[in-house]
Nanobody, 124 residues
C-alpha cells in the first residue's frame, strides 16, 4: 500500500507562488500516473494536474493551465506542483494521488491512493 504525504501549502497573497510536494512511501508506484486534485469547502474534489510515469506527458485543468506545473522525481518517489500567479479562487485543500494505472485521468475514481492534503489559502 502506498502512503502519500503532501507539504508546502500555506497562506499567500494573490500573485504569489507556492510549490507543493508529495512524498510517496510503501509499495512502489512504479509505472503509475500521478495527479493533483483540490477541494474547496462546499465543493466537489476537482482535477488540477496529472503526469505520466515518465513525466513525458502532463495534463492540466483549464483554470490552472499556464500557471501551474506538475513534475516528478521517480528516484525520490516525489511529485511536485509549482503554482505561480496564485488567485483567491485557487484556495482549497490540495491532494496528491496515485492513479490505478499508467493512464492519467481527470476523474478522482481512477486514483487508488490519496494523501491527507495540504491547505492553500490565497488572499486578495
Amino acid at each position: 500500500q502506498v502512503q502519500l504525504v503532501e507539504s508546502g501549502g500555506g497562506s499567500v497573497q494573490a500573485g504569489d507562488s507556492l510549490r507543493l510536494s508529495c512524498a510517496a512511501s510503501g509499495r512502489t508506484f512504479s509505472g503509475n500516473a500521478m495527479g493533483w486534485f483540490r477541494q474547496a469547502p462546499g465543493s466537489d474534489r476537482e482535477f488540477v494536474a496529472a503526469i505520466t510515469w515518465s513525466g513525458g506527458r502532463t495534463y492540466y485543468a483549464d483554470s490552472v493551465k499556464g500557471r501551474f506545473t506538475i513534475s516528478r522525481e521517480n528516484a525520490k518517489n516525489m511529485v511536485y506542483l509549482q503554482m505561480n500567479s496564485l488567485k483567491p479562487e485557487d484556495t482549497a485543500l490540495y491532494y496528491c494521488a496515485v492513479a490505478r494505472t499508467f493512464l492519467p485521468s481527470t476523474s478522482p475514481s481512477e486514483y487508488a491512493a490519496w494523501g491527507q492534503g495540504t491547505q492553500v489559502t490565497v488572499s486578495s
